[in-house]
């Protein structure tokens, strides 16, 4: 493998363990090293139904998507050939499951909130928001996921060091502790990540990013 696209080389790729069980995230040169090192197996869900490749025959596929599904896929570009990015590898000597619970970091309450203040209901960039306590800490308020959500500069300033009940200001939702990471469930609206969602079941299982 020689030179590559950055873009493409940092895309997402969804890791399953030999059961077809999602365990991670990575990013498409490690997902590529997998392949190339055998082991790992690409899984493409075309038609409703999963197909294996490994990575000759992934590039000779390529070769073909190349010439007529080209907009289909990202592209990393090798000397003597192109190939796509695969979403989703298969490990076949693993059949684990995470243990990870989902970081709490505000990255993953702002995505959990969808940028969105959950007070006045408004999404704005994320250096427009702030992090509020629903209790606040002077009041015995924890930091935890059941006690912060975002808040607009303006809502912040207006609730001050009281409950919503004392600002007399209402949650647009309750918070609570992500089952699996937000920022996966965020690109599951991407119909690029589309063949990920049989695979990811909130109820079992917890998929966290990683480079």
Same mark, same amino acid.
């Given at each position: &493998?020689?030179? &590559?696209?950055? %873009?493409?080389?940092?895309?997402?790729? *969804?890791?399953?363990?030999?059961?077809?069980?999602?365990?991670?995230?990575?990013?498409?040169?490690?997902?590529?090293?997998?392949?190339?090192?055998?082991?790992?197996?690409?899984?493409?869900?075309?038609?409703?139904?999963?197909?294996?490749? =490994?990575? !000759?025959?992934?590039?000779?596929?390529?070769?073909?998507?190349?010439?007529? !599904?080209?907009?289909?896929?990202?592209?990393?570009?090798?000397?003597?050939?192109?190939?796509?990015?695969?979403?989703?590898?298969?490990?076949? +000597?693993?059949?684990? *499951?995470?243990?990870?619970?989902?970081?709490?970091?505000?990255?993953?309450? +702002?995505?959990?909130?969808?940028?969105?203040?959950?007070?006045?209901?408004?999404?704005?960039? %994320?250096?427009? *928001? %702030?992090? =509020?306590?629903?209790?606040?800490?002077?009041?015995?308020?924890?930091?935890?996921?059941?006690?912060?959500?975002?808040?607009?500069?303006?809502?912040?300033?207006?609730?001050?060091?009281?409950?919503?009940? !004392?600002?007399? &200001?209402?949650?647009?939702?309750?918070?609570?502790?992500?089952?699996?990471?937000?920022?996966?469930?965020?690109?599951?609206?991407?119909?690029?990540?589309?063949?990920?969602?049989?695979?990811? =079941?909130?109820?079992?299982?917890?998929?966290?990013?990683?480079?």
């Amino acid at each position: &493998m020689t030179t &590559m696209s950055y %873009s493409a080389l940092d895309s997402h790729v *969804l890791v399953l363990n030999k059961h077809y069980a999602a365990v991670r995230v990575v990013a498409a040169r490690r997902a590529l090293t997998m392949l190339y090192r055998q082991i790992a197996e690409i899984v493409a869900v075309e038609n409703d139904a999963w197909q294996s490749y =490994d990575f !000759e025959s992934w590039r000779e596929i390529s070769e073909f998507r190349s010439q007529y !599904e080209r907009d289909r896929h990202e592209w990393i570009r090798c000397v003597r050939f192109d190939i796509a990015v695969p979403r989703i590898v298969r490990l076949l +000597f693993y059949d684990r *499951l995470p243990k990870r619970p989902v970081k709490f970091n505000r990255r993953n309450i +702002f995505a959990r909130d969808h940028n969105r203040c959950q007070y006045c209901g408004r999404k704005f960039v %994320s250096s427009e *928001l %702030s992090l =509020d306590h629903i209790i606040p800490r002077s009041q015995g308020g924890r930091t935890d996921w059941d006690n912060i959500v975002c808040c607009c500069v303006t809502c912040n300033v207006r609730k001050g060091g009281r409950t919503p009940q !004392e600002a007399h &200001m209402k949650l647009i939702a309750a918070p609570v502790r992500p089952k699996r990471s937000p920022l996966i469930t965020l690109r599951l609206t991407s119909e690029k990540y589309a063949s990920w969602r049989q695979f990811l =079941d909130a109820a079992y299982w917890n998929v966290e990013l990683r480079d």
